[in-house]
């Protein structure tokens, strides 16, 4: 069929209404509803589909009709995958079926400018926490009222850096600064760690 294939002229449907609705008669159950396909010729006259977006029903309860919109496409030589599901609480989930969040990534993400700016009125501002396996706990920065913080949130443990010396302008810390060359350090223990590098200045004692 060449043109246009379809045309739908009418109202603007509300509520729950819509001008095309794709449904399935299937028995009630999780993960059934309307698919819409995205396909053409592949090779020759042959045809395959290689997008799809689907609404399902979230869960197999009878009387429940809440449901969720995901994403599918499919590499050459491979069925279709789910990419990207939104579930029926809103939250996006890019990588994984149960976003546990307003936006879940399962993966790496790449983004040019990332700007967190909190709607919820919280007077420590954005907060990036960089979530810790086996025990070690989790690390957080953030804005506490228009301070930058970096520090832990699990008991006894210490900001570190490893792999190499930490090179910071102007730095000023409470208890030893380690093996680096030229610090200023205040406090108690100031400095009392660094015993065989040069130009540093503490003050305090011991």
Known sequence: ????????????????SS???LESNDAVAAGTGGVLGFGGRYLGA????????????????????GGYLSFWTRLHGAGSVERMRIADNGNVGIGTTAPAAK?????????????IDPQDGISEGGEIQLIGSGGYGSVQLDNYQGNARIHTLAAGKQFQVLGGDALINGLVVGRGAGNIDSNTATGYNALIYNTTQYSNTANGYE
């Open 46 to 65: 042959s045809y395959a589909n290689w997008a799809s977006i689907k609404g399902l029903k979230t869960d197999a309860t009878a009387g429940n009709y």
């Open 1 to 16: 069929i060449a043109g246009t294939v379809a045309n739908f002229t009418g109202p603007t449907p509300g509520g729950q």
């Open 19 to 21: 001008s095309v609705s």
């Open 103 to 115: 936006l879940d990534v399962a993966g790496t993400a790449r983004a040019d400018y990332l700007l």
